[in-house]
């Protein structure tokens, strides 16, 4: 799978799993944070 989408895939789940409010998740195999912005619904 790419880095790129194993990061959205990430800040999709992580989402859905806490309900919090992320902006961002770090990819620690390209030590890098990847921003995201829109609306995550079920």
Do not use: C
């Not at 790419?2 to 959205?8: D, F, G, I, L, T």
């Not at 992320?22 to 990847?34: I, N």
Request: aromatic share 12%; charged share 20%; hydrophobic share 45%.
């Amino acid at each position: 799978m790419k880095s790129e989408s194993r990061a959205a895939m990430a800040y999709i789940v992580g989402r859905l799993l806490t309900g919090k409010n992320a902006t961002a998740v770090f990819d620690y195999s390209r030590s890098v944070h990847v921003s995201f912005s829109g609306y995550v619904r079920v």
